[in-house]
């Protein structure tokens, strides 16, 4: 039910002059993309560096509370402009995008990554003081920044996966596949 919805939406938004536009724009996709991936090493690189502090791998001189609060501001001007260029692309292409099994894990990870961004910062809030100066930060704080470490990576490599997609409608014949990539029309055909 759900893959139907969103097959028939992402078909009206290629319908779309705009949608067809970005795809047949000689720079536009072009320029979308560069900017998705620049803003992703803005944002993703300030993140990086605030979970590698509290874990104690670098920049262990600087308290926490005050590199945190000097990266905020770059990290979240990266992810607005990700976030924006990333629909934008989802716009350019659709029916494509829908039906990318990478797509749709990569939506998950990103889910997830931004409940335990949620976790972290509330977390970050409550002990700020208590431990700022330490090299290391408490374990809960360190847990959360190795998962934030490892949800960004798998984000980042299902992104690059996109393009490359391997699961083609088409020609896969794996009703579970088919149903996870969201492939409506191969799905009702095999039943």
């Not at 607005?80 to 099994?101: D, R, W």
């Not at 998962?147 to 990576?153: F, Q």
């Amino acid at each position: 039910m759900i893959n139907e919805m969103l097959l028939n939406f992402a078909h009206w938004l290629e319908a779309q002059s705009y949608s067809q536009m970005l795809v047949a724009g000689y720079y536009s996709y072009s320029w979308l993309e560069a900017t998705h991936v620049l803003t992703l090493m803005l944002s993703i690189g300030s993140l990086f560096i605030i979970d590698f502090r509290m874990m104690g791998w670098m920049l262990t001189d600087v308290p926490a509370s005050k590199l945190a609060e000097r990266l905020n501001k770059p990290m979240l001007i990266g992810f607005t402009i990700m976030f924006i260029t990333g629909a934008l692309l989802v716009y350019a292409k659709p029916v494509e995008t829908v039906q990318s099994l990478w797509f749709r894990i990569k939506m998950i990870l990103l889910l997830l990554a931004f409940i335990n961004a949620w976790v972290f910062n509330a977390r970050l809030k409550a002990a700020a003081g208590s431990w700022d100066n330490d090299a290391v930060a408490p374990k809960a704080i360190r847990i959360g920044a190795i998962i934030s470490l490892c949800l960004w990576c798998g984000v980042v490599t299902l992104g690059r996966y996109i393009p490359y997609d391997w699961v083609d409608c088409a020609i896969t014949n794996n009703t579970t596949i088919l149903w996870a990539a969201g492939c409506v029309d191969q799905l009702q055909a095999l039943q």
